[in-house]
């Protein structure tokens, strides 16, 4: 029998997750990491990227995106993010507009006269990762499905 563990995703505004899996694939800030039962504890930051669950029993997995945030791994694993939504939830047409405005600010403001300051740059490259994943996953995720 497979180990599972306990997972939650929690946003500021819901707990958008709570099961039991028994894989858990995040986007850290050092690249894609897995995570099942009987992981060692860790404490990660995420970067804007894709999570993947794959609950008890179950074959196939549930995909999500998800924004920064971290994922903390005990004897269950909580994952805290500004912003996670399912892959059938996903708004292409809002996601598309959202890249292409961020896409615009950016050239702007590496043109002369342009609002340049670090931390709007910061935000429209956020923005615009933000949309180019959410973009990915409403497509089936980047991951190859196992």
Not at 29 to 53: N, P, Q, S, T, Y
Not at 61 to 81: C, L
Request: aromatic content about 8%.
């Amino acid at each position: 029998m497979v180990k599972t563990v306990q997972v939650e995703v929690i946003t500021p505004s819901k707990l958008f997750y709570k099961g039991d899996a028994e894989l858990v694939i995040v986007t850290t800030r050092e690249g894609d990491e897995g995570f099942m039962a009987g992981h060692e504890w860790a404490c990660k930051l995420l970067d804007v990227g894709e999570m993947w669950i794959r609950e008890s029993g179950e074959k196939n997995y549930k995909i999500a995106v998800v924004a920064e945030g971290y994922i903390d791994v005990k004897d269950s694993i909580i994952i805290y993010t500004d912003a996670a939504e399912w892959a059938d939830e996903i708004d292409v047409d809002r996601a598309k507009t959202e890249k292409e405005r961020a896409e615009a600010w950016l050239k702007e403001a590496s043109s002369e006269g342009g609002e340049y300051t670090p931390d709007n740059v910061r935000r429209a490259q956020i923005a615009l990762a933000k949309s180019l994943e959410r973009l990915k996953v409403a497509q089936g995720g980047g991951r190859r499905k196992r």
